[in-house]
């Protein structure tokens, strides 16, 4: 029975002249492997359809370990996203981290929306790339499940005034004071804390509509990398190649 769903495709892998598994992230199937023959040919119906952050229209097949990609029809490529090498190493990031999170349904669906939209945002190039980065990271681990308690100090209830330490590792806030008796340096100043509550809380629409001076900026990024590696216990190759392409 073939399987007809939009996807979009986070990374190829090359098999033998023009083949290709893909890591498609579909909204009904979650994040699944596809392989789609002949693909890589210049001629192939599938070869714009599964190229590198292309949104498509799939009909797949399901097999033993595996979907096969019968035919698919391009939705969306995303151009924009590599015409600066920032930008296609931080979709490349967005991307692998996607493919990490691996969401099922009905999450799947809500990260597939903001990685659409943040994909969408690189091109347009009218937001910083930390800013992309820090919605990105902090806003799907929110999707999937690792909402932190950004409201108040845990400790004594303080909801503003001054820097704020975010533990990356627990997911909460401390206040100044109380950070210091914790024995933690505050790592949010307030611009960066307004914009941490805002990427938690906003709603779709209102995601992108903030703008930070850049030590807030700097602020907010490095918490929020923090918080998604903690997660994930461990590096992404993707991550540290954006390192050697940004500043
Ligand atoms: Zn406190």
């Not at 999450?107 to 990685?115: F, G, I, N, S, T």
């Not at 960066?192 to 602020?219: G, M, Q, T, W």
């Amino acid at each position: 029975m073939p399987i007809a769903t939009t996807g979009l495709v986070l990374r190829q892998v090359k098999l033998g002249e023009a083949d290709q598994i893909l890591t498609l992230l579909t909204p009904d199937l979650g994040v699944i492997s596809a392989s789609a023959k002949g693909s890589l040919r210049l001629k192939n119906k599938l070869f714009s359809a599964c190229g590198h952050f292309s949104y498509s229209e799939f009909v797949l097949t399901s097999g033993r370990s595996h979907y096969f990609v019968d035919d698919a029809q391009v939705k969306k490529v995303f151009y924009g996203v590599s015409s600066t090498v920032e930008g296609l190493a931080l979709a490349s990031y967005m991307a692998e981290v996607a493919a990490e999170l691996s969401p099922a349904p009905p999450e799947a669906e809500a990260q597939l929306r903001l990685l659409l939209n943040c994909l969408y945002m690189i091109c347009e190039k009218k937001r910083p790339w930390r800013q992309l980065k820090a919605i990105y990271e902090l806003r799907a681990l929110c999707l999937a499940g690792y909402m932190p308690d950004v409201l108040a100090c845990s400790a004594c209830g303080k909801y503003d005034g001054g820097s704020f330490y975010f533990s990356p590792a627990e997911g909460r806030l401390l206040c100044a004071a109380c950070a210091d008796r914790e024995r933690h340096l505050p790592n949010l100043d307030p611009g960066a804390l307004y914009a941490l509550r805002h990427i938690c809380l906003s709603e779709d629409n209102k995601l992108f509509s903030f703008s930070l001076a850049d030590a807030s900026l700097k602020n907010l990024s490095g918490v929020c990398e923090q918080y998604l590696l903690t997660h994930l216990e461990h590096g992404l190759k993707t991550l540290d190649f954006l390192k050697t392409v940004v500043e």
